[in-house]
């Protein structure tokens, strides 16, 4: 059992520092090392534990901060402007010459990265480098650039040259977005959460802000307008560093630290001290966005999550007091809901609007967006308001299908009830029945229909009666919920906490209980709708939606009315003039 006593886990931070100077082999030990430490003191890390790691983990970035300045000054005291491998031999024979000590040339290699490094570079090497560069040791140089690094620099012109660099980067991640887009960027709508959300966020004294929804939302279409609309205004003094996690994360391994990272990505010299800006900058001249797409677990790996996860912990903890700063993370729901109390130890650090219980605070097209994507020319019905069908048209997703399929924007004229099975069945072909992996999905989408909780309204399942540890089946379950076929909710009662699965949109969980009735049989002729009318007969809305997709699975006409009129003493009058029309509908659009 480990000893949690400050006294011991300053200790323990002191040792890892000592083996790594290294600020990116830090933030893994970290990211391992705390996970065991919580899992061994029961889930509870103390808030003066945690506050030891921010300050150890400063300390190593501000030491690899003047490691870095170190290697430039021999590059630029050799005069070697871009560094080859040819150089290291160069190198090794020029502080041999200067300072008598022996520095080999396969530790300059080492040093700048040709040959793999297990360990940082030892004192003997560092002392040399040093008086190489006219200091009496190591310690001499720290103490030298620490001693600088305490009068304000001259900041004049590093905010104009992070805006040039800055605009690189946002450039090709705004590019990126609206070229994957499958419906032009000109021709999608602003959201009105978006401007109202960072309205609010920019009033508050909050330092970061988070986006949360399902998939198939349009968040990322919807920042990334953002991001362009400000960056169009002329004059805001305002900067944007606009990444996705993925592209975070590998940039991150090619540097030695995150301050480190961050200059260079803004174009700052690796000796500036990038913290200095929290005491020289006017936050009425401009404050610096770091937006973040992408932050979701299951785009990762364990180990790489939770390196993403005390990055962003860490950069909370350095620019906490930096009312210039401002951090945006985009994520699912479900990672929301899995990790918000680990990310959230500061209340007041975090705006996070108008966050629902399922960790959502990014909502549907609402009825005036829908209007205007749709081309209206009058305002909706009231009939047209209140009916199931046409709000579907709220969820982006169907959309960006209609749009893939007909290369044109949905108009009000062209809406009808079967175009939305069609657009669902697209969804599926494309992302569940397809692929190398589309048996196992549909295996793993019966599984969970049979662990079901069939509650009229409320359709979940407990993840922990799912055997995700059999082989194979965690993939195969993360890849629904990047598709945003499912997603997960959390349930706490007093010490009761349980993680539930669930359909992100009822006209999926339809589609896909008529494949499962449809796995027995085939043409539907022997199906029992007493098997429906049993499960869902409560469920108006989730009965008719399996009944439709059953009728809409059936190819022949004919077959769909003798399984009508087969079932017709089953159903009320009513249910099957519903059915009817639908029917109707399929024979008008050719179905």
Known sequence: MLDFRI??????????????????????????????????????????????IIKYNSAVMNGDRIWESLKMNILTLSGIESIEPKDC?????????????????????????????????????RNALAQYCGYTDWEDYMQSSHKKGMHPRNVQGAWAKMEAETNKVNFFTLSAVKNKAIIPFNKMIEREFIHNHFDAFDKSDALATVISAPTGYGKTIAICQWVTHKLSKENSGDLFLYLNSSFLLSSLKTSVNLEYWMMKMVGLDPSYDFQELSFNHDVDEGKFYFVIDGFD??????????????????????????????????????????????????????????????????????IAELSKLMHMERPFTERELFADDFLKLRYPLFHFYFYKKYNTIIRHAQFNEVLLYELATDYMRQNVLSGNQALHKLEFIFHLLSKMEWIAGIYKADKAKIALHRKGLINTYSSLIQIGLISESISSAALDRRVYIKFIHHHFLGCCVAALI??????????????????????????????????????????????IKGYQENLASEDLIVLQQFMLQMEVYGR
């Open 297 to 366: 677990e299951f785009m990762f790996n364990k180990n790489q999550f939770e390196v993403l996860k005390h990055l962003l912990l860490d950069i909370l903890s350095i620019y906490k007091t930096s009312k210039w700063f401002k951090m945006v993370i985009l994520m699912r729901d479900s990672t929301w809901v899995n990790w918000h109390e680990q990310l959230v130890i500061d209340k007041s650090s975090w705006f996070l609007g108008e966050m629902n219980d399922h960790g959502q605070n990014f909502g549907l097209l609402t």
């Open 89 to 125: 031999k160069i190198l090794s024979l020029s502080i041999s010459k200067a300072t008598k000590k022996n520095v080999s040339e396969t530790t300059f290699k080492r040093i700048f990265g040709f040959a793999s490094a297990k360990n940082s570079a030892s004192l003997y090497t």
């Open 7 to 52: 006294d011991n886990f300053n200790k323990f931070l002191k040792q890892l520092i000592f083996n790594a100077v290294d600020s990116y082999n830090i933030t893994n030990i970290y990211a391992e090392s705390i996970y065991f430490i919580n899992k061994a003191a029961g889930g509870t890390l103390s808030s003066r534990c945690r506050i030891l």
């Open 518 to 563: 449809q796995k027995d049989n085939p043409d539907f002729s022997l199906m029992k709708l007493e098997f429906i009318l049993l499960h869902w007969g409560k469920d108006v809305k989730l009965k008719f939606c399996i009944l439709k997709w059953c009728l809409f699975q059936i190819r022949r006409l004919e077959t769909r009315q003798e399984w």
